[in-house]
């Protein structure tokens, strides 16, 4: 998320302070935080849903050790 000078101008105008613009950026971070730690539960959901499907599906290849040498890694 990006702000410009330009941003909360109209607010610091209308206001004649900067404190609004501190509140309105601080609910901006807060809101993409919050976006950010929901996604990162919902990208836990999946993979531990991904893992109980693949055990159940491909339960012998999931056992198997994987060998990055192949990859040259």
Known sequence: M????????PVVELRGSIEPIAVAIGLA????????VAAGEA???HM????KYFEKKFSDVMR?????ELYGL
């Open 2 to 9: 990006q702000f410009s000078e330009n941003t909360f101008r």
């Open 29 to 36: 971070v807060h809101d993409t935080i919050s976006q950010t």
């Open 43 to 45: 990208m836990k959901r």
């Open 48 to 51: 531990v849903e991904s893992v």
């Open 64 to 68: 198997q050790v994987v060998s990055w």
